[in-house]
């Protein structure tokens, strides 16, 4: 065991951390999914989302979380569904799903649009006896069923086409060994893999070797934690877990717009790969700024026309925008279609070289 | 604004944090569900479900939060309610509620069990063309439909009969603040009132006044989190806020063993209130403690009949067990039996007082 280090690099990290103990069933399932795509020769995107967790006692009782209900990842996955991608879908466990996205338990509860019908003439449709229950249908309210019969219509042909491929992490270890192990099954797919990393993954963490077995009393004054920083392992993944030919669009979540631009054109620089999508975090439901390479990938016309260049700059700045009044549209139906454009390019750009 | 102190009573929790901005509405909810409780003279039960979180940031992007899905809690309020009592479920905002648990996203997706059944003749039911979408009915699978009418009428009745109360917190000073109003509010139904506190309460917490406005920038090396103690709030709550009249149930939940009945019983002794419920972290779902008073209340004949109280002892201690392997079994039904019984005798008692 490598002796204990506060810095650690991606390479360190997994040496001396431990894989989460389903990470083989995961990725034997994956490894099915990657080979039945491959044969159908379909894009597949690999869809990060939710928070993850930095566990503060190896019982977990307490533990430090990002905030992310899993909104933009869940949307972008049914889109890019819709789009004919295959997609393997990361996620925080019970943070939202595509199409169960629509029926929050807190927001719309699906108990409230079911009915109790009763197949036998007589009492009304609201009694139901000991006698009925076994002749009764339970079905959709008719105000519910149109919105229903859309999501549940995509639903059942993406099953039937068997494009969706689940996974779950809770804590940031199990994200970190999931990403790196599903990215090298994904690589074989060379470019035609996209990786859509919307996830928000902790920037601290508690090592192992510092963690205690017990539940932190509270009987002191006051509680100090000392954590270290996760690796950044964007630089492993573009290089390495990919295989190179990936198409890789990470984000970049800010509360401080005068942020945002800088630090998502630095993150595209540091790391090399093909996209940050930078949001603000009071503004991100209905606007998103694009930044990308300027010679590789031509501007799209799916952006609002927005394109500010500056002429020295290596980076293309490309604004996304809906009205935040209409509720009808949602700005990832935008951005998946920016994206899939932009992979198309990449694809083809395989073919030239 | 009283000068900064890092030790905080509830009293001084209250003049320094601020309210949450829903406050007043919440409180009007439940003055109304209250008043109609009492008029049909009904038992209220207040319970408290899911973990309270520790923004970090006011701008919240991390948090530390509790680990709890609400089970206790949401199972507990379907079997209060079956009971009769009417219920003011408090819990953390998209943690687990009675009814809708048993259809979880992600381990019982209820879009799963939807099928699309045409109104008209010819095309077979798996087939929905354009015209057929208007005249389809969505309903549920057979082999679903028995369990689901079960829930479903239940949930349908406690609707109709109007008595549950739903009300959501997400950080711990959104819960300090309800606990308080709410208490305060149940209060006018004297020793009617149960209070079973369930949710996974933070024992730290950041005062507002050591928060930063923007996300904590992770460029340093590491992370180091000083966090201040919540002040213990079932003193005040026991003395004050519910009218010292109210039947007070909170829960131990340890992770070591030796602890739980020493640390329940010094709960008990600290705050005289009713009952403790200690439970072991990796035995809850089928085994708890019950810790009361001996001559207040006499052991109740629902328990298991391991009655073990030491003569000298002012504390009765009754363990509640079910079959970990009988799935069909869930052991809020025997607390909840047991409480109502505990109850029945405390409302009794006022009578004879």
Redo the contacts between chains.
């Keep these: 065991m490598p002796e204990y280090s ?2 650690f690099s991606a390479e360190s990290y997994f040496s001396t951390q431990p894989p989460p103990p389903s990470l083989e069933h995961d990725i034997a399932g994956v490894k099915e999914f990657v080979r039945r795509q491959k044969e159908r020769g379909r894009n597949v995107v690999l869809v990060t989302s939710g928070g993850t ?1 930095v566990p503060l ?1 190896l ?9 992310s ?1 899993g909104t933009r990842g869940a949307t972008s996955a049914e889109y890019f569904l819709k789009a004919g991608y295959a997609v393997i879908f990361m996620h925080r ?2 943070s939202l ?1 595509p ?2 996205r629509h ?4 927001t719309n ?3 409230d649009f ?1 009915e ?1 019908e009763l197949d036998i003439e007589g009492p009304s449709a609201s009694v ?1 006896s000991d006698e009925a ?2 002749a ?5 309210t008719p105000n519910k ?2 919105a ?2 859309e ?3 995509a ?2 042909a993406v099953h039937a086409a068997g494009t969706l491929h689940t996974l ?1 992490f809770v804590t940031v270890n199990d994200y970190l060994w999931l990403l790196r192990a599903v990215s090298q099954e994904l690589s074989v797919l060379r470019r035609k893999a996209m990786y859509y990393l919307a996830a ?1 993954v ?3 963490f508690l090592p192992r070797q510092k963690m205690s ?3 932190i009393q ?1 009987g ?10 996760v690796p950044k392992i964007l630089k492993p993944m573009v290089d390495d877990w990919t295989g190179k030919d990936g198409f890789v669009v990470s984000f970049k ?4 717009p005068s942020l945002l631009v800088p630090k998502a054109q630095t993150s595209l620089q540091r790391y090399g790969h093909q996209v940050v999508i930078g949001n603000d ?2 503004r991100r439901k209905f606007e998103v700024v694009f930044i990308s390479w300027k010679y590789a990938l031509p501007p799209s016309s799916t952006s609002d026309g927005t394109n500010t260049t500056e002429s020295n700059s290596p980076f293309a700045e490309s604004w996304l925008r809906i009205d935040p009044h209409d509720h009808s549209k949602e700005i990832e139906e935008k951005i998946v279609a920016e994206l899939v454009k932009k992979h198309e390019v990449w694809v083809a750009g395989a073919e030239t070289l």
């Excluded at 009764?136 to 959709?140: A, G, K, L, P, T």
């Excluded at 002191?220 to 920083?229: A, F, N, P, R, V």
């Excluded at 979540?253 to 401080?256: M, P, R």
């Design positions: 506060s810095t967790t006692e019982n977990v009782v307490r533990f430090l979380d990002n905030f209900a466990q019970f799903q199409f169960s029926y929050s338990h807190s509860p699906f108990l079911l109790i139901v229950s076994a009764s249908q339970i079905c959709v069923r149109e229903l019969l999501v549940l219509t639903y059942k779950t928000a902790s920037d601290f077995e017990h539940k509270s002191k004054g006051s509680l100090h934690i000392e954590m270290d920083q979540l800010e509360t401080d975090l009071n």
